[in-house]
């Protein structure tokens, strides 16, 4: 693991990070950001090639949390079709299949 790391700081020369060693602890990324963010990834039972994955995850990331939109989406032209039913194309067999019957 300690090669990976090495690479990925050769690779990603603008991200700074340090290594510690935990003892009796699991393995984990603490990242902190400029805007004073901080983000934690466990790395328990990871593959080396997955631990370099989330490092890339980590050093992309800009720090910022997620925001949710409160708007809903609202559309100018309503459906031609209309809205769907189980009788819009008549007996279809729709309920049969589902193993009822009317």
């Given at each position: 693991?300690?090669?990976?790391?090495?690479?990925?700081?050769?690779?990603?020369?603008?991200?700074?990070?340090?290594?510690?060693?935990?003892?009796g602890?699991?393995?984990?990324?603490?990242?902190?950001?400029?805007?004073?963010?901080?983000?934690?990834?466990?790395?328990?039972?990871?593959?080396?090639?997955?631990?370099?994955?989330?490092?890339?995850?980590?050093?992309?990331?800009?720090?910022?949390?997620?925001?949710?939109f409160?708007?809903?989406?609202?559309?100018?032209?309503?459906?031609v079709?209309?809205?769907?039913?189980?009788?819009?194309?008549?007996?279809?067999?729709?309920f049969?299949?589902?193993?009822?019957?009317?």
């Amino acid at each position: 693991m300690e090669k990976g790391v090495e690479g990925f700081k050769n690779k990603f020369p603008e991200t700074a990070f340090e290594t510690q060693v935990r003892k009796g602890a699991h393995p984990y990324i603490k990242a902190d950001y400029v805007c004073g963010n901080s983000h934690t990834i466990d790395l328990r039972n990871r593959s080396d090639l997955e631990v370099h994955e989330r490092l890339v995850i980590a050093a992309h990331r800009a720090g910022y949390k997620n925001k949710k939109f409160k708007q809903t989406v609202v559309n100018s032209t309503p459906s031609v079709q209309g809205q769907w039913s189980p009788y819009t194309n008549g007996n279809n067999g729709f309920f049969e299949k589902m193993g009822k019957k009317i």
